[in-house]
């Protein structure tokens, strides 16, 4: 069982239960300091291969003193070389298969060995090591008689031993790639969440930094224009102007909050704001109108929609009206949303494509692609452009099920 700490990496309960293979990065040819569990398995692959080796001392009893002294040296040595296999296991399984083909005591080694290259090394390299161990088992039958076994039995015998390691080990490897596969897919579903949380709050703040920032800009340039005009008025944009750049560094300090996945300051939290609904299009048509703009707002919508999809719509609104005014600024402005449960919501903002004489406000292009983008997510479409009427029209439709609460947003 896994759970992730605060700096992002794998916490395991049963930590010491675990290879160390996969309490690290996965990659076999980088050292990982052995875990609990690989110290076990180490001690009792040590105590297997000594085991083999005491069990076949009695079979040396009629051989000659020099090979049972060769013998014994050998295996004890073979033995000590087991707690090498995790460093070099193709080195100790290739050392020990050869010796093996002549030499009893070292069996148990080359055993050992056989298990650790299938487990910790690909097929391409343990699929020849395997074949090796198979070779050598000849020249082993054939020069060193068994005293209740031919030659026969003793190399079957060989045969399935060396291929039922071999596929144990196989399998452990498979499980481990399983493991490790799994954990790397759920990381990189992590990592394409936080990627679309980013994105999605990209394009919240673009809406709304957008709006206010565009406000801003036409009171400024309206106090520009117009030194000469009534204090009342001044009084009006500059008030205006206040609220906007207000309310701006409001959701910049909200987003920043977000992004750091903490509240800027313990003692003074962010609250959440509440986000917009179909219902504040008139709120946002009544701030386009003392700014200025002619707008003239259509709603007919048959029923209370949900509060994803009034967000929505409300966003695409205000990312229109806000290039209306960008582009095309003191042209009339048209919207229209109309729609009902089962046949979906649409949403159309229209203004000629008259352009006002002065400076237009600067933009990076990426208020209609996130548009686009927004409608896609939300199962819609959304298209826009230039008419033959000569004018430009933002048109969006957006899916609006029957059986819908307010608590899907």
Partial sequence: ???????????????????????GDGREDRRVRRSTRDWIVDILMFLLACGVTLVSLPELQDEPEPLLALEQVVGALSCVAVWLRRRWPVGLALVTTLLSSYLELSGGASIVGMFTVAVHRPFKVSGPMLLLSLVTLAPYVMLRPQNELDAKWAAALGVTILLTVFAWGIVIR?????????????DSAAEEAKRLERERIAREMHDVLAHRISMLSLHAGA???????????????????????????????????VL???????????????????????????????????????????GEAPGGLGRNVYRIVQEALTNARKHAGGTPVEVAVSGAPGEGLSAEVRNPLWARQGPRLPGAGAGLIGLAERAELAGGRLEHGATPDGEFVVRAWLPWPVETTREDA
């Fill in 174 to 186: 498979a499980r481990r790639q399983l493991v490790w596969s799994l954990r790397q897919r759920a």
């Fill in 260 to 302: 750091r996945h903490a509240q800027p300051d313990g003692d003074d939290p962010v609250p959440d704001r509440p986000q917009p609904t179909l219902a504040d299009l008139s709120t946002l048509v009544d701030e386009c109108r003392h700014a200025g703009m002619d707008v003239r707002l259509d709603l007919q919508a048959g």
């Fill in 223 to 257: 106090l520009e224009f117009r030194p000469d005009a009534p204090a009342e008025e001044i009084a009006r944009a500059a008030g205006a102007i206040r609220t906007n750049a207000h309310l701006a560094l409001q959701d910049l300090r909200e987003v920043i909050g």
């Fill in 1 to 23: 069982m896994t759970e992730l700490r605060g700096d992002g990496a794998h916490a395991h309960e049963y930590r010491w239960a675990l290879p160390s293979v996969l309490l």
